[in-house]
């Protein structure tokens, strides 16, 4: 770690490391008998997030099988990959120990992370090691800027997302002829919720919104009608809401319930508005909202036979699915790229090439000098009839927008 | 030694304790005795400083204590025993003891060894390392006796040490009780058993109702018809009287 | 009750730390500082709890305090590592006496003392959350950067060490309990509080000193745990969690004992790993075992794993004259 | 700043809400006048009484008020059964004992419901869900309304319970007197397990009432338990009307603090009210002094 603290670039850390280690790695490749290389995935099994963990894994064993049903890895002689699972268990400690847990079990690279807070102990654990790390979902800008060379991040960022949706937010108000003029915020009081509520306060003003009102409620929320009365005195023309599942469920049937309907519900990582289960319980108060999230392509085949073996296991389908379908996917290139399952030129692989982003709508994937995927971006979906669709941006959407909703 | 004056104790808007005085000459053993119910704990709790009375004053040694909160006026040299025992339960008998030596000496051992000859003192020589609750009533008794006697006290107030003992036990503590007053302790004492306080009381007061209704000599208190009357009833002195004449 | 002698908790300290550097493999290690820490901080909260008999659900507020102490004084105002984890500490034994000044002077004891130290720790949790300064709700991250100022290690062996020097610091802080005034008075006024006064036991001024000193240790696991995984947010910080597992640690191992805490945080965080991998990916049921626990353990041993094994290593002997 | 209607309907919504909040607090205050303890597992009970109603609505399609019926009994024979063969038992009658065993059962319950159920929100959709009681201009939330309604007839229920029938006498005769009751021949550990059952009846009538407008997961009663907490000791441990008028206070102050300071501040305030009575007037409102 002193070699962090001299301030070389990674780059250079990496040239002078790996021409060291593959000297060491090169023998032994290329035999007839290939050993298995270990992938690890860092979810949350159990836990407060177990349902995520649940959905991440089943992405992740998807991709695993068709990369083996397909020879494996080609360039270490059709080498299998295995997975090996690590239970965060939803919270850091967990997480950390997990990663170490990972590392003892040999694995390549772990991969995952979910949530910001187990993401940010993990690759600090994994650097100790080398040991490269693809976080997934996990958000908070500031993974990416320790100067940690050993962690990357496939999905966007915090800044990314809000840029695109704030971007794209501008493109459909201006396609619907301007109607909205004022915007209420309402987030939950967490790293998440505040996080979102400060850009928001900050970038909508110059583009031309007014902000009547920001609203923060603590999670879990016994209640959401206070936070619904004063929507209604104020009466903003969208709402743009960031909690968590339970809060957004309860904040929309309570809109519903008092009567309050703006002209569009706008999310950024919104915690129901691309999830099947809310749109399943409740149809009416999910009709027409919209949401800025990490999403597969939805006109991918593999979308929809994910979506099958989600629904057969008998869960809701969401974006964890096709996000750790991909990861996989881009690590097993990052190793045919290595030609080695050593982690310092797996580093240097991922660093170095661009990749295909499986299903997810990045076009190519390429980590820029802090590991963060340069092309990530969430696409925007919005909740019509009983489905998901996809309303931008054009190259993935499924539907044309419906906005305003009301009137 | 100790001078209480007027005492007045309200428990919302009963009067527990009314107007109650009395004072204890130094290096005497005075009783306080009277019916259940008359207000002798609450009494005490005032001059040993757990209860702070509505009205009146406690003084000891010349100096007003009204104020003063319990573990003061331990340190004063005024030391208390309960009339139920109190023991601390999760310490054996020897560290019972040493917890009222700590008051004079901070080191432990000397603590402990003080604690073992007191112990031998009230006879509780051979349970030092017994937990409080293996003793027999009378050992908790002593116990408790041993640990106010630990803070070496100048005054020690005894609530109805001799309460649930047997007789052959009240003949064994008698000595010990007077045992601590030719060591030089004053004591005041509640007691119920008669046959003590006549036995070992220099002066008795007698509190009836709240109410200190005699004092004096425990003969010359004991045939006070008033205080015939507040242990048997309206009308009992009379009757007795009435009963002697007749024998 | 019997009391471990010095010797035997240099042995127990020096076994720790040659297990320490016996070639553990990196989880292991991690494990174990992950122990130490709970040990740590149930220790703070056994000085309370165990001893003076103040079951406090609130330790959070100490282990938060010494936390977010390391944090902020790091990296807002570049404090070097060992001086912020002294500040730390003494952040920690200052909150004990805040909350312990209103406490005991309003005479709270048993469930209304539980409830406000829970009261306490939830809104330090809010405030923590909410306030810029403590870096809000994003929480503060601490730089990775190695060497003895920096009190981080590239060999976390090292590390290991601090954590079982400040478990023995503990250790005999409440073997000096067992065998000084301050440590009889604070039993004193766990048994009978009144028996206490009546023997000039200033209850007032015990009951402060003994929520500092349990303070300090447990805000020094707080500091311990900010510069091990050097992240910490509110949640974690000041989350429930860590009342709970202070508390877990010490009552299973033995409340109001020298051993009890360190004992029950290496059998629960044991237990715990173990369940993890018997559980097949069910959620709580490392949470589930532990609370169970816990219920047997106040019911068929109210005094401790400590107790239980010394009982049973009593009774074998006895047995074995009988037959 | 907001026009009297949004005010008017704020606070009503609070002073219904505060209902429910009153409720569960019932069973917690009588559980403390009854056996001087405070519950720790009252939060989880909750939960147990609201996966009962979900469960019964979603499988038998009953509908939640309804299924009061059904889960009151259950949830009465469940405390019986915890309080004499769990936490009477084994806390051997120590206080701290008691606050241990409640504490472990909350997070036995809350991790077995995990375990069971997994992280997953639950919620029951009835016709009534999204409906409203138009008073004047006022919208009130149907369920909120009904809530209230039976509230209260739960509390005059309870009362009538305690003062009116034999074992009502002997939990009030034991929370008096302990001693006293179990000499003329009343069973200690009876009365206990027999409030406590009470104590988790009122979390079913609690639960019915939630489930129409909220939702359930395995960690749902620790948002209420905490305000209940307070309520509580606002109230006055102990007391059954300090708990009817500390909830709808605390529902009340909850409904402006956070439509005038916002939510997240509005839960320190409760805190504050939580803490200032504890050291202030530890007795709270109603309670008898200790």
New interface residues.
């Given amino acids: 770690m002193t070699r962090i603290s001299k301030s070389m670039s990674r780059r250079t850390v990496l040239k002078s490391g790996v021409a060291l280690t593959s000297m060491l790695a090169a023998p032994g490749l290329l035999r007839a008998e290939p050993a298995p290389v270990k992938v690890g995935l860092l979810q949350p099994i159990s836990g407060a997030f177990a349902l995520d963990g649940d959905l991440a894994k089943i992405g992740a064993e998807f991709a695993i099988k068709e990369i083996n049903d397909a020879g494996g890895i080609k360039a270490l002689g059709g080498a299998k990959l295995e997975l090996v699972v690590g239970d965060s268990r939803s919270n850091a400690e967990a997480g950390a120990q997990a990663t170490e847990e990972l590392q003892s079990a040999g694995v390549a690279a772990v991969l995952g992370g979910f949530a910001s807070g187990i993401a940010l102990t993990a690759t600090q654990t994994a650097a100790r090691y080398d040991l490269p790390f693809v976080v997934d979902c996990a958000v908070a800008d500031t993974i990416t800027e320790r100067g940690l060379k050993n962690t990357f991040r496939f999905n966007p960022n915090f800044s990314m997302a809000t840029a695109v949706a704030l971007k794209n937010l501008v493109k459909l108000n201006d396609d619907a002829g301007k109607p909205i003029k004022t915007v209420a915020i309402v987030h939950e009081d967490g790293l998440f919720g505040s996080g979102l509520a400060k850009i928001m306060q900050e970038k909508l003003p110059p583009l031309g919104f007014q902000i009547v009102e920001t609203i923060a409620h603590p999670t879990p929320a016994r209640d959401m009608t206070n936070v619904v009365l004063r929507l209604r005195a104020l009466n903003p023309d969208l709402i743009v809401p960031s909690h968590y599942f339970n809060e957004f469920v309860l904040m929309a049937r309570t809109l519903q319930q008092q009567r309050v309907r703006p002209k569009g519900i706008y999310a950024v990582f919104g915690g129901a508005a691309s999830s099947y289960r809310f749109v399943n319980e409740f149809p009416e108060a999910a009709q027409g909202v919209m949401d800025c999230n990490h999403w597969g392509d939805p006109k991918s085949p593999i979308t929809a036979k994910l979506r099958e073996t989600v629904t057969a296991a008998g869960k809701f389908y969401a974006y964890n699915t096709p996000i750790n379908y991909s990861l996989v996917k881009v690590f097993a290139q990052a190793v045919e790229k290595a030609g080695s399952a050593d982690r310092a030129k797996i580093i240097e692989a991922l660093a170095a090439n661009e990749f295909d982003s499986g299903i997810m709508p990045y076009g190519k994937t390429k980590f820029d000098a802090k590991g963060q995927n340069a092309s990530a971006l969430p696409l925007n979906t919005q909740v019509q009839g009983k489905d998901i669709k996809v309303i931008y941006p054009a190259e993935y959407a499924e539907a044309k927008p419906v906005f305003p909703i009301n009137g | 030694m100790l001078e209480v004056k007027s005492l007045t104790k309200r428990f ?1 808007g009963l009067v527990a304790v009314d107007q109650a005085s009395l004072s204890v000459a130094k290096g005497s053993i005075t009783g306080l005795i009277g019916p259940n119910g008359a207000g002798k704990t609450t009494l005490f709790a005032m001059i ?1 400083g ?1 209860l702070q009375p509505d009205g009146g004053s406690v003084s000891y040694e010349g100096r007003d204590i009204t104020a003063l ?4 006026r ?2 004063a040299g005024i ?4 009339q139920i025992v ?7 008998v020897q ?1 019972n003891i ?3 030596a ?2 004079h ?4 051992s000397e ?1 402990m060894r003080q604690a073992a000859d007191i112990a031998k003192r009230v006879g509780l020589g051979a349970d030092l390392t017994k937990g409080s609750s293996d003793l027999t009533v009378a050992g908790r008794k002593r116990l408790e006796v041993a ?2 006697l ?2 070496q006290p100048k005054l020690l107030l005894l609530d109805e040490v001799l309460a649930g003992l047997n007789p052959s036990e009240i003949r064994d503590v008698l000595p010990l009780v007077r045992d601590i007053r030719d060591q030089g302790v004053t004591i005041l004492m509640i007691e119920h058993i008669m046959q003590a306080v006549m036995n070992l009381c220099d002066t008795v007061y007698v509190l009836s109702q709240g109410r200190m209704i005699a004092q004096g000599e425990p003969k010359t208190v004991c045939e006070d018809p008033q205080v015939i009357e507040a242990y048997l009833g309206h009308g009992a002195a009379e009757r007795l009287r009435a009963e002697q004449a007749h024998a | 009750m019997t009391k471990p002698r010095l010797a035997t908790l240099a042995i127990i300290v020096a076994a720790l730390a040659v297990i320490a550097f016996a070639g553990l493999s990196g989880a292991l290690l991690n494990l174990m500082i992950f122990m130490m820490i709970i040990a740590l901080a149930a220790q703070g909260w056994n000085i309370l709890g165990g001893y003076a008999g103040l079951s406090s659900f609130g330790h959070a507020a100490f282990f938060g305090a010494g936390a977010y102490a390391m944090a902020v004084l790091q990296t807002r105002f570049g404090v070097n590592a060992w001086i912020a984890l002294v500040i730390g500490i003494a952040l920690g034994a200052l909150v004990g006496a805040f909350i312990g000044f209103l406490s005991f002077r309003s005479g709270l004891k048993g469930s209304y003392f539980a409830l406000i130290t829970l009261a306490f720790a939830e809104v330090a949790r809010i405030l923590a959350n909410s306030w810029n300064f403590t870096g809000g709700a994003a929480g503060i991250l601490l730089k990775l950067q190695t060497g003895l100022p920096y009190l981080q290690f590239a060999d976390r062996r090292y590390f290991l060490l601090i954590t079982i020097g400040c478990v023995a610091i503990g250790l005999v802080v409440s073997w000096w309990l067992e065998h000084s005034r301050f440590g009889a008075y604070l039993v004193a006024l766990r048994e009978n509080e009144q028996a206490a006064q009546a023997l000039g036991v200033d209850v007032f001024a015990v009951k402060m000193k003994a929520i500092a000193i349990s303070g300090a240790l447990t805000a020094a696991a707080g500091c311990l745990y900010a510069q091990n995984y050097l992240f910490i947010d509110a949640n974690v910080a000041f989350g429930s969690w860590i009342s709970i597992e202070a508390l877990f640690a010490a009552i299973v191992g033995g409340s109001g004992t020298v051993l009890g805490p360190l004992i029950g945080a290496i059998v629960l965080l044991g237990l715990g790993e173990l369940t993890k991998g018997l559980s097949g990916g069910i959620p709580g049921m490392d949470l589930l075992v532990f609370g169970i626990i816990l219920v047997l353990s106040v019911a068929f041993s109210p005094n401790g794993l400590v107790m239980l094994m010394k009982s049973l290593g009593l009774r074998a002997p006895a047995k074995a004259k009988e037959a | 700043m907001y026009s009297p209607q949004i005010v008017v309907e704020a606070l009503l919504n609070g002073l219904m809400l505060g209902a429910i909040y009153a409720l569960i607090a019932l069973g917690l205050t009588l559980i403390y006048g009854v056996l001087h303890i405070v519950n720790f597992a009252h939060g989880a009970l909750l939960t147990v009484a609201m996966f009962m109603v979900w469960l019964v609505c979603a499988r038998y399609g009953l509908d939640p008020y309804l299924a009061i019926l059904v889960v009151a009994p259950l949830m009465f024979a469940l405390g019986y059964g915890l309080q004499r063969f769990i936490i009477g038992p084994a806390s051997h009658g120590k206080d701290n004992g008691i606050l241990l065993v409640t504490l472990g059962l909350s997070i036995i319950i809350e991790n077995a419901l995990l375990a069971a159920f997994q992280s997953d929100t639950r919620t029951i959709t009835t016709d009534y869900s999204f409906r409203v009681v138009e008073l004047g201009p006022l919208l009130l939330s149907f369920p909120r309304v009904v809530g209230f309604g039976v509230t209260i007839a739960t509390t005059i229920l309870l009362w009538l319970v305690l003062h009116q029938t034999d074992i009502g006498k002997a939990i009030r005769a034991v929370a008096k007197e302990k001693l006293g009751a179990s000499l003329v021949g009343i069973s200690v550990p009876h009365v206990y397990a027999m409030t406590f059952a009470i104590g988790c009846a009122c979390l079913a009538v609690a639960a019915g009432l939630l489930m129409p407008s909220f939702y359930v997961s395995p960690k749902t009663g620790a948002a209420f338990v905490l305000v209940a907490f307070t309520i509580v000791v606002l109230g006055g441990m102990g007391s059954i009307p300090g708990a009817l008028i500390g909830g709808l206070l605390i529902g009340v102050v909850e409904a402006a603090s956070s439509l005038f300071l916002g939510d997240s501040l509005g839960q320190i305030g409760i805190f504050l009210i939580f803490i200032v009575t504890l050291l202030v007037r530890p007795t709270g409102l109603f309670g008898a002094r200790a």
Avoid at chain 2, 79 to 82: E, G, K, N, P, V
Avoid at chain 2, 86 to 92: A, I, K, T, V, Y
């Fill in positions: 919302s040993a757990f909160a319990p573990h003061v331990a340190r030391a208390r025993t309960f109190q023991p601390f339960e999760g310490l054996n560290e040493a917890v009222g700590y008051l000496t901070p080191d432990a603590a640990r106010a630990a803070t």
